[in-house]
């Protein structure tokens, strides 16, 4: 089930299915130590001798307050007459995990309603060892095991605690879990347990006809026993209303940040534009890494996840915080790279958060060739040249330039081929193939040139001079080997055995993306114009596909593959690139409406979606998708800008001009 919401403090984050339930919780990085994995924490309901989970039965919709990190979501249930509404967020300071219960009753009579919460964890990612136990001198249950703790606890509106726990078994032969125990209504109050376990804490509400009561729930986590007792007892006295209300507005006054106007956007625009910087910044580790998801779903599939970080989709997400004016997010990944850079000046294929090598499917070419994806070296140094183009940090960028610059340049160099002026083969952004693709030489290209504006900034004039002849050889050899007159537009790829890929790909929207050609020059103009024509999807849903049979989750075969946003807003970001009128700006907002709409009511958007429904497939939230929405608005922004100064220009040379 996609995750329609996320929640964090850049330490511990929380993501939320579409049923309200914590699926996901990550501490103390984020994307890294999921103590959930995919199972779950949820909530359910006893009333007059019959019970119910939250899902199915319940008609939900969840999503964010408005241009917040906090969610809401509203459940009701016709059969149990009984609504709940639910505000959840991490406190920003405090690694709190906070959740207001709002029940109604809406039935005619009184009524003494049981709320029950189940806590299925596996800490560390695994049920060897845990422990669960009951602590009566704080009336709590904490979950542990080595250096992880995990208080449980909560409050009603009228100041009583937990009414009933029980912690037992799940996972083992007869043991479906604890969370059985709650279906009657009344918990064993067994106090602890070890090894594969669970726990369930129950509450009681007596409401009057008609009436509303509240439960202020909390999960305090922490590295030992006495920090989550200082959590615990920080909740108490200051409430968790008061700590809501301080999540509340410091992420309403963080995402109104005045470096961009948003009043020229449609409103539906600017509010998912808000939504999509807030979403980037709960997948962001404090210490720098930014993930690609939190959504664990993906573990069917491979075991492994999309909880790391790739370099690329960093790179870009950097370059959206820093359009947007979110300097300290771009600095912080780039400090990442800094420290994570090999020896050898290059990145290896993706990252756990804390900065070591992950997973990988990339197998070893030989021969001199690299296990890598060539690009996302490239687009970490062409993003920060476009980081101190904006910011204009020198002090900063000198910290990081002997070796995230200065290295990465080196083996960019290095690893062209004297031969053909191309990047010599490493594997493309899809992860797929082995190759020398349009995609990753036009970043390379957009990285040299970055690193000879550098060069210049540093008064290097020959490594400058150096850079410069590079990057002209390399453009001359994708025009004379990457571009195929015949076809009339650049080719996917060019494979170590010289055979030529001529597949429609969108990531070959690359040559104007970085700036290696202009977005009118021919070449692009034919290139994008086969893109629209081979990858729109025809359906009512539309959308670009990746490329001709893509059969990565694929839902039709007679489809060139399913929807994803992030080619359809690099469609977008052409049409913006090549208007010369604001009527040319039409299409491409059309675009961005058609990403906001096939967002998820949170605003959340996926990797993909559905090409018949337009639901949500793959991961979801994805960090990509929501840097390029970034990036194609500020773009579209700024060229409406530029727009209308030339016409207030041409006004003003205009003879009895008022201007």
Known sequence: ?????????????????????????????????????????????????????????????????????????????????????????????????????????????????????????????????????????????????RQ???????????????????????????????????????????????????????FDLDLSAKSRGTIYYWIACGRNLSRVLDLDARAKSIGVEQLLLETENYWSAWVNKPEVDLNPLPREIARAYKSSLAIMSALEDRRGGIIASCDSDILQFNKDTYSYVWMRDGAIAAQAFDLAGFRESSIRFFLFCNQALTEGGFFHHKYSPDGSVGSSWLPSPGGGLLAIEEDETALVLYALWRHFERYRDIEFIEGVYPNLVLKATDFLLDYLDSDTGLPRASFDLW???????????????????????????????????????????????????????????????????????????????????????????RMVEETMASIRAQLWIGTDVGGLARYENDEYQRICPDLPGNPWFICTLWLARWLIARADGPGGLDEALKLLEWAVRHSQPSGVMAEQIHPFTGSSVSVSPLAWSHAEFVIAVCEYLQKRGEMASAEENRMAKEPGSCF
């Open 1 to 145: 089930m996609p995750r329609v919401s996320v929640i964090s403090n850049g330490r511990l984050a929380v993501a939320f299915d579409g049923q309200t339930n914590v699926r996901d919780l990550f501490y103390p990085r984020v994307g890294l130590e999921n103590h959930l994995s995919g199972h779950m924490l949820k909530m359910g309901v006893w009333a007059d001798g019959r019970f119910s989970w939250l899902g199915d039965g319940w008609q939900i919709k969840t999503g964010y307050m408005p241009e917040t990190l906090v969610s809401r979501s509203i459940a009701g249930n016709a059969a149990l007459q009984i609504r709940i509404e639910t505000n959840d967020a991490v406190h920003r300071t405090h690694d709190l995990f906070l959740r207001k219960i709002m029940v109604s009753n809406l039935a005619q009579q009184q009524r003494k309603l049981r709320i029950f919460f189940a806590h299925d964890f596996h800490i560390y990612g695994d049920v060897v060892g845990d422990t669960v136990m009951y602590e009566p001198a704080i009336n709590a249950m904490i979950h542990y095991k």
């Open 148 to 202: 992880r703790y995990l208080l449980v606890n909560g409050i009603t509106g009228k100041g009583e605690g937990i009414s009933q726990f029980a912690a037992g078994h799940k996972e083992l032969p007869g043991r479906d879990g604890t969370w059985r125990d709650a279906e009657d209504g009344i918990l064993s109050g067994n106090p602890i347990a070890q090894g594969s376990v669970d726990s369930v804490l129950g």
């Open 431 to 521: 992860e797929e193939k082995l190759g020398t693709f349009t995609w990753t030489a036009a970043t390379v290209y957009a990285a040299l040139i970055a690193a000879a504006r550098f060069a210049r900034v540093f008064y290097n004039r020959e490594r400058h001079e150096i850079l410069v002849r590079a990057a002209a050889d390399l453009k001359a050899a994708m025009i004379s080997q990457l571009y195929d007159p015949e076809k009339g537009r650049f080719l996917r790829a060019i494979y170590p055995d010289d055979s030529r890929d001529t597949i429609v790909d969108s990531s070959m929207a690359a040559v104007f993306l970085f700036g290696a050609f202009s977005a009118r020059d």
